[in-house]
């Protein structure tokens, strides 16, 4: 195996438990996404028996898919669920999230509703998904009145805390103030990662809802950076290697040539993988320590890089190459994007190591 994705799984637990001390709050793991690309099965198998309350998961196939592998964990699905994945939900045990008017009749025609255990999802400001605060009331006598389950949480979802936009997250977290307190309901959280680390002292919630830290990243610096650890590498091997006889274009579309006397390596990874395309021409990956240079297009399957001469001496074929790690997210700027998108696109192709 030549391109592989190395997971510390001891890592993710305690980039965990930290978040609970620093926050004085449970956490409710985010592993949606296949865990941000990082394998939610292995990962939610390794934190089954360490005693977390609930997990989340984006939709009801993500939840499945972790039931299937016999994992028992209490799952929450945060996005909305249509009829029919709402009735399956249901009957597989999962909680859901209820966000609209168009839910509680879902619910309402669902045999088993009942049975169901309920996240009222209130909108205090990302204008995704979620009940205007004014129909919280309502909503809540709904669903006790016709018996239509269990409210066992309510939440709410931070756009801006990653954007020194302190105004507006102060307001999300004061409307939701109101239901931070309420001890009928089990689960009370509103917390991301930039909420987690900017505002735990401003609300008092009882779980929060860590997803890129507890792998390792954030996307704002912070001086609590230091309490994470790095959690997972993007790594590969040299293939090839070459000294150019004379100046030699690099890869496809000819954007870009090496000179007389450079050494190229082919590295087996590319867009494919989830080595993004826009890091043609300028991106850069790591060989012992050093920065090298991605030359040309990066192609499928494959991507050359310029060895800096300081190294040349100690690189030949099997070396290995750091592609991503906790530092992503300046890779990410680099091309205009976030480490969440970098992480979510490593592939299938490539195989996950635990360790
Ligand atoms: C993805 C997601 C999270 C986790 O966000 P991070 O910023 O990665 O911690 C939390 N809550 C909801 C509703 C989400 O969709």
Redesign the pocket.
Known sequence: MRTWLEINLNNIEHNLSQIEKLTNKKVIP?I?ANAYGLGSIEIAKYLSNKNYDLY?VANFNEALEIKESGINIKTLI?GNNDAHDLKLAIENGFSVTISSWDDIKNLENTPDSTNSLIHIKVDTGMGRIGFSPDDIEGVIQNIKNNSLGTIEGIYS?LSSADDNEDDFTLSQINQFSKYENNKNIQFRHIL???GIFKYYKNTNTNFV?????MYGVLLFDSPLKNILKPVFKLKTKIIYLKKLQKETFISYGKTESGKKGDIIATLPIGYADGLDRRFSNGGTVKILDQECKIIGRVCMDMTMIVIPESIKDRVKIGTEVDIYDEEIQTAAEKIGTIA?ELMTRINKRVQRRYV
């Open positions: 985010v949606k989340a945060m979802h991301n990662t930039p809802r860590p997803g890129i830290s969440d």
